[in-house]
């Protein structure tokens, strides 16, 4: 087994492991739920982590996170086609008409 990925914030970690199950690479997360524990553990030992059980995997699951780690945050506002009203880089729907976000 070879840990592939950890991080304090668990949205990242889950994404990273959605990443990798949508590129067809079977992965697992260890200490899902092991963060309330930290002061009795040390804070290393309760991060978060994605893990593949079959080294083979390694290298393209690192090229996969390298590639994803390494795209830039677009953090331009957008203009909402329906209603055409300035929206914040982050908003996915349009705060005025809740229009999705064409991207």
């Known amino acids: 087994m070879n840990k592939v ?4 914030d ?5 994404q990273i492991k959605q990443l990798l199950d ?3 690479i079977p992965c697992f997360v260890k200490n899902e ?24 995997w390694l290298p393209k699951a690192q090229q996969f996170i390298d590639e994803f ?6 953090q331009s506002p957008w203009i909402c086609t329906k209603c055409n009203e300035t929206n914040a880089a982050n908003f996915e729907l349009c705060w ?8």
Do not use: N, T
């Open 5 to 8: 990925y950890s991080h304090f």
């Open 69 to 74: 780690e390494s795209q830039p945050i677009d």
């Open 96 to 103: 005025q008409c809740a229009e999705d976000r064409d991207v």
């Open 33 to 56: 739920f092991a963060i309330g524990a930290m002061g009795e553990l040390s804070p290393m030992d309760v991060l978060p982590e994605v893990w593949i059980s079959d080294p083979q």
């Open 22 to 24: 949508e590129k067809g």
């Open 10 to 14: 668990r949205f990242m970690v889950f």
